[in-house]
């Protein structure tokens, strides 16, 4: 299953990716797929540390399973920043630019490799 996970936060990341810097950026789906994506991939390194979760968006929740267990967590907690995107932007309009797409992206990716390196 973290396989799995892994390969679909792979899929989102780079979504996020392709519709942040098309030709008509579209950052608030933009900011949906990076969020799948950092979801994902937190469930995937619980899974592959035997952790069980819960069927949720929040990443607070997933971070803070990780931090009970004493995992190295503290350079994810901006990606906080990103759970607006996990269910209030499907439903409704954002009401301003998404200004630290970037960061949060490059944070992302490196979330996705850190996992993905794992035995």
């Given at each position: 299953?973290?396989?799995e996970?892994?390969a679909?936060a792979?899929?989102?990341y780079?979504?996020?990716l392709?519709?942040a810097?098309a030709?008509?950026?579209?950052?608030d789906?933009a900011g949906?797929?990076l969020q799948?994506?950092?979801?994902?991939?937190?469930k995937?390194?619980?899974?592959?540390r035997?952790?069980?979760?819960p069927?949720t968006h929040?990443l607070?929740v997933?971070?803070?399973?990780?931090e009970?267990?004493d995992?190295?967590?503290?350079?994810?907690w901006p990606?906080?920043?990103?759970n607006?995107?996990?269910?209030?932007?499907?439903?409704?309009?954002?009401g301003?630019?998404f200004?630290?797409?970037?960061?949060l992206?490059?944070l992302s990716e490196?979330?996705?490799?850190?996992?993905e390196?794992?035995a």
């Open positions: 299953m973290p396989r996970l892994l679909l792979r899929r989102d780079e979504a996020a392709i519709l810097h030709e008509n950026p579209q950052k789906a949906f797929h799948q994506s950092v979801e994902k991939s937190l995937a390194w619980l899974a592959r035997g952790i069980d979760y069927r929040d607070n997933l971070l803070g399973l990780l009970d267990q995992e190295e967590i503290g350079p994810y990606l906080l920043e990103l607006p995107f996990a269910v209030q932007f499907r439903y409704e309009l954002p301003e630019e200004p630290n797409f970037e960061q992206a490059r490196q979330l996705l490799t850190h996992v390196s794992f």
